[in-house]
């Protein structure tokens, strides 16, 4: 199946890295203008937009919101359909983690956790929605975690805003279902990008252990394929998703997680 995303209007927030930028990067792929959204080193994000532009033929252009900060998140939505009078799609993708027992838990860390992870979503979702129902079309698409299904220690922060996410999506897929809008949530299993790559760092003090036995006992023991999940797989979930052909696809909390949470 191949997606034609043409002419259609993308933001995908947290794209600087990881699983957004891969998300990003499929959808200009597809045709899509898309508006990247993240944290990083000022040129460094200009030379990745530049080059996603030049390597796909498509407008791309970013946006500093702060997924903190509801004023910023409703700006970049805003700002979007002033330049381009449309928005079709909206990735909600920015997302971190911090790992610690739950008495230890620093305050601003689950404050933090659930502003970027959860509320984020809440905010770009709330300024999107109006403006896809206008155009009687639209696809939203978030990425959970398989921690929006199933929990593991010391993540308490993480795993409440992934099973929030999921809720979320169920209640305004409710919302929104004759509007000819969808909203799904995807849930990979461990893709190794930065976000995952401290994490080995983090549990491996947490847990006491070597950094290898991490690799090996807690995150690829979750996983029964014992690989990790690809950007490109959740790419190519994430254009289905955004295609006529996944129209009737809404509010589905949709494992990409090699198994893990049919166990
Ligand atoms: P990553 O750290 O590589 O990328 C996170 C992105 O979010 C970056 O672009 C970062 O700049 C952005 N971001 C962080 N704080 C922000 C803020 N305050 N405002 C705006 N942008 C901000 O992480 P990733 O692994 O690519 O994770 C992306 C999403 O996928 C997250 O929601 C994560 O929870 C989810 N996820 C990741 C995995 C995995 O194994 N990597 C598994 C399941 C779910």
Redesign the pocket.
Known sequence: MTSDLRGQVAIV?????????GLAEALAGAGATVVL????DPAAIESTRADMAVRHGVEVRYHP????DPAQIADLVASTVAAFGRLDILVN?????HVSPVEDFPLDAWDRIIA??LSSVFHATRAAVPVMKAAGRGRIVS?????ALVASPFKSA?VAS?HGVAGFTKAVALEVATSGITINAIC????K????EAQITDQATARGISEEAVMRDVILAAQPTKQF?TVEQLAGLALYLCSDAGASVNGAILPVDGGWTAA
């Open positions: 927030t947290g794209s600087t890295s990881g699983i957004g930028l959204n993240g944290l990083g919101a702060d997924m903190t993708n920015a997302g971190i983690q970027i992870n990425i959970a975690s398989a921690h993480y992934k990979p299993g461990y893709v990008t930065p976000l995952v999940v």
